[in-house]
């Protein structure tokens, strides 16, 4: 049997307490190091997550060599994903960050290219792709054929506080990623273009736009709508949202929570298979390690996860400009900005050469 990976972990409040977790309960992984900026945050955290004694430091230099750490996961604010992943690529170590990769596009192409540069892994933990019931909706999928319609109705009333109560589209920048992500995931194809209306209804506790309409034309043909709001209490919605997918010999249903129904259209069932995978960010980490170890792609691959931060942006440029955007057109976009405001040579040589970043992170 293998020995454990040894993980440092950069990130120590309550999403890290979570990984951290989910790090000891996992025997083919062993926390050798934690990092925050907070000494004391780490330590508690450490302490309290069954970790004694493991040490902590308020940088990932200070202990990146002595531990002998083989891999880093992020569990940092997104506006410092970009500095820490970039740090652990470039000293050689694989990483599992936390989504969003970043909040800005082009600082995820910055990203890219340091994998690149590096050959090192950078994996992002798009944690509600890992669901046993999604494995069984997958499954159901397969049989029915190819995917030409999928909606996602979201409804939650959440009263956070904080950052998000002032957001200018707090649903669509915080939360819709996971959706937008899954539909990448189950139409098996990537998103050309959107359209999005947003609004704040009048009882709405949040500064910013809290409901929106999102329609996405992928590649091959399909249109995905996501229809979701943030402030609509009662008869609310999973967090994975209610889903319906419609194929040209069926349809297929997935309430977020519970086992999907799909059926062909003489109306027989189509049972599908299920899994014992692990779920949520077990089943993340459970899969980084298994690449690291046999090689492969997981599914959340920077190159590709590029597109789900894309989705992101093409429905908030269309809700400011109530207009059709080209995904492709911000990607390119972002490319421009990402090369003139790279400071490191050789990451800016490897994002000029590519011909299209578009191309480059799977458009085209």
């Known amino acids: 049997m293998p020995e454990p990976l040894r993980l440092l972990q950069v990130g120590a409040g309550g999403m890290g307490r979570a990984w951290l977790g989910t ?31 493991v040490p902590v430091a308020s940088t990932l230099a200070g202990l990146a060599g002595p531990t002998g750490a083989q891999a880093v996961v992020d569990v940092t604010v997104p506006r410092a994903h970009h500095p820490v992943n970039t740090e652990a690529l470039l000293a050689g170590l694989p990483v599992l960050c936390e989504k969003p990769l970043s909040e800005s596009l082009a600082e995820c192409l910055s990203m890219v290219a340091v994998s690149e540069l590096t050959g090192q892994l950078l994996m992002v933990s798009q944690s509600r792709r890992y669901w046993r019931h999604l494995d069984r909706l997958r499954s159901q ?29 707090p649903l669509l920048v915080d939360m819709a990623i996971h959706q937008f992500d899954l539909a990448r995931d ?13 609004s704040n209804p009048p009882w709405s506790w949040y500064a ?10 992928f590649a091959n043909g399909a249109r995905f709508t996501f229809d979701g ?12 949202g209610s889903w319906r997918l419609t194929t040209a010999e069926g349809s297929a249903v997935w309430d ?21 995978a692990p779920e949520q960010i077990a089943g993340s980490l459970a899969e980084f390690v298994r690449v ?14 590029v597109l789900s931060v894309a989705m992101v942006d093409a429905a908030t440029a269309s809700a400011e400009q109530s207009r059709w955007v080209q995904v492709a057109d911000l990607v390119e976009q972002a490319h421009r900005r990402a ?16 011909p299209s970043a578009a191309a480059r992170v799977g458009l085209g």
Do not use: Q
């Not at 999928?141 to 589209?169: E, Q």
């Open 23 to 53: 790090i000891a309960a996992n025997p083919d992984v062993e926390l050798v190091g934690l990092v925050d900026l907070d000494l004391g945050t780490a330590r508690e955290a450490a302490d309290a997550t069954g970790h004694a004694g």
């Open 141 to 169: 999928l397969g049989a029915l054929g190819p995917v030409g319609l999928a909606s996602c109705t979201f409804a939650k009333a959440p009263h956070f506080g904080g950052f998000r109560d002032t957001m200018p589209y």
């Open 186 to 198: 189950l139409v098996g194809s990537e998103p050309v273009e959107a359209f999005c209306s947003s």
């Open 208 to 217: 910013g736009d809290a409901a929106a309409t999102a329609v996405f034309r």
């Open 229 to 240: 709001s943030w402030c609509s209490p009662g008869r609310e919605t999973s967090w994975n």
């Open 256 to 276: 977020g929570d519970t086992a999907p129904v799909a059926e062909r259209a003489d109306g027989s069932p189509v049972e599908g298979t299920g899994s014992e």
């Open 292 to 305: 690291l170890r046999d090689g492969g792609e997981p599914s959340g691959e920077v190159h590709r996860n």
């Open 339 to 354: 090369v003139a405001e790279e400071r490191r040579p050789d990451v800016r040589a490897v994002l000029e050469s590519w």
